[in-house]
């Protein structure tokens, strides 16, 4: 009996010496694929064999950032000499693009430049948890803001729009955001119903609703001729609202990141007059936390290959030398400002 009571008690030994071994060999394994970037990307994962990865956070499927994103994993995936794969990734826009910057889920990120000064000097929804570690790549092009009625409605101004039903882009967007400033310089209040009420969707499914009659109105950024909007007025059934001068006057003091324009007369098919605005800037940030290396090089990348990005997507050929700094409202990333001076785009 005493010799069966040792040799259980060995077996038992045995296993359990053998199950330590494995959990230590388990955790090495997890830690070894579970690797953070090593100072050459974002806080994103690496596989086994030392590739990492960086999302590059975008906007809705249907808008133009997400388009632009996918010019730029291309881009950066097919050139950069660094072992790191690029993917874009689809989001509700800026106001969540910020967040996963600052959460490191992203690396680089499309956002407007509304939002980002909002993030950087803690105002707005950002009023006591501002987001520091914003960091500026370069200006990409200036947003316009559309404010697209039916042909037929009454509405005749952003004022007209008081009880309506609009739309204002995602949740947290940039469209948002603009929208939430431009409504409040017609002394409405965003956020009762009885002034304004406001439905969260994505251009897709804003122009979609605005076709049905199920909207008054919608809200939409972009560099013109937007391509839902250009499909939009092919009809000749839609038509755009201008903003009033001293409306204009009063969002540019009020928020120096919006600056006065207009759509010109025949942008779309049926519009025959100017249409005075405001914009923002779409801007390419990063965080402070990426190595200064890889957005150097990145940067280089996409002033040195430009024509490469206009061939998938025509936007690209607002970014230029001259406006790489317009409407920026971070400071920039050493690297980017690296490349700048070495290009003689800063003097």
Not at 22 to 41: F, L, R
Not at 252 to 269: D, R
Request: glycine share 8%; hydrophobic share 40%.
């Amino acid at each position: 009996m005493k010799k069966l009571c040792s040799i259980v008690l060995l077996l038992a030994m045995l296993l359990t010496l053998v199950a330590c071994g494995a959990g230590a060999s388990t955790d090495a394994a997890k830690e070894e694929t579970s690797a953070e970037t090593t100072g050459e990307g974002s806080k994103t994962e690496a596989d086994s064999g030392g590739k990492e990865f960086i999302n590059i956070a975008t906007g809705t499927m249907s808008g133009t950032y997400y388009s632009l994103g996918n010019s730029l994993a291309s881009l950066f995936n097919e050139k950069s000499e660094r072992n790191i794969s690029f993917s874009a990734e689809a989001t509700n826009g800026s106001g969540q693009n910020i967040e996963f910057l600052a959460s490191g889920e992203c690396a680089i990120a499309l956002v407007n430049n509304d939002v980002a000064k909002a993030a950087i000097d803690g105002t707005g929804t950002y009023e006591g948890n501002a987001i520091e570690n914003l960091r500026g790549m370069t200006s990409i092009y200036a947003n316009s803001i559309h404010v697209i009625v039916p042909m037929k409605s009454d509405v005749q101004s952003v004022a007209d729009l008081a009880g309506k039903t609009v739309s204002v882009g995602a949740a947290g967007s940039g469209v948002e955001s603009i929208t939430h400033m431009i409504v409040e310089a017609y002394g409405m209040n965003y956020w009762d119903a009885k002034d304004f009420t406001a439905e969260y969707l994505d251009v897709s499914a804003s122009m979609d609703k605005l076709k049905n009659g199920q909207l008054d109105a919608v809200f939409m950024t972009g560099l013109p001729p937007m391509s839902a909007v250009v499909d939009a007025f092919m009809s000749g059934d839609m038509r755009l609202v201008a903003l009033e001068d001293d409306v204009i006057s009063t969002l540019t003091e009020n928020h120096p990141e919006l600056f006065e324009t207009t759509i010109a007369a025949g942008t779309y098919t049926g519009q025959d007059e100017d249409i005075k605005t405001v914009a923002n800037g779409a801007l390419l940030l990063t965080s402070a936390d990426v190595d200064e290396e890889v957005v150097y090089e990145l940067t280089k990348l996409m002033y040195e290959n430009s024509d490469y990005l206009v061939e998938r997507n025509n936007v690209w050929a607002q970014m230029t030398a001259e406006s790489y700094d317009k409407g920026m409202t971070v400071p920039f990333h050493p690297g980017a400002e690296r490349y700048f001076k070495e290009a003689g785009i800063i003097k």
